[in-house]
């Protein structure tokens, strides 16, 4: 049985900025996860929730070695981009990976 790792990040926006934050998010982490060798394949997960919108990117993985493709050595931190510091409301400093069986 081969077992993939889901990597899940989290992230919380003003509700006003779910739609420009969702489009960023394509242009710069999606974009990267898709590129990088070893990714399986990409999720996102909104949900508002009042004034606030949380994301989830759930993505997954071969091996701990893509992911550090991806993440660097030091892969359960979270990665952060440029213009995140516009729209995300906290900057949670870790993932959450989960090996993940299919059946």
């Known amino acids: 049985m ?3 790792i889901t990597r899940i990040w989290h992230g919380i926006t003003r509700a006003e900025h779910a739609e420009t934050y969702l489009r960023y998010l394509e242009k710069s982490g999606l974009a990267d996860y898709k590129r990088t060798a070893g990714n399986l394949g990409v999720q996102v997960l909104r949900r508002l929730e009042g004034d606030r919108c949380h994301f989830w990117t759930v993505t997954r993985w071969d091996s701990y070695e893509s992911i550090k493709g991806f993440a660097g050595e030091q892969y359960e931190q979270a990665r952060y981009y440029p213009e995140d510091a516009r729209y995300l409301l906290d900057f949670e400093p870790t ?9």
């Not at 993932?95 to 059946?103: N, P, Q, S």
């Open 2 to 4: 081969a077992i993939v």
């Open 95 to 103: 993932v959450l990976h989960c090996e993940t069986f299919e059946y």
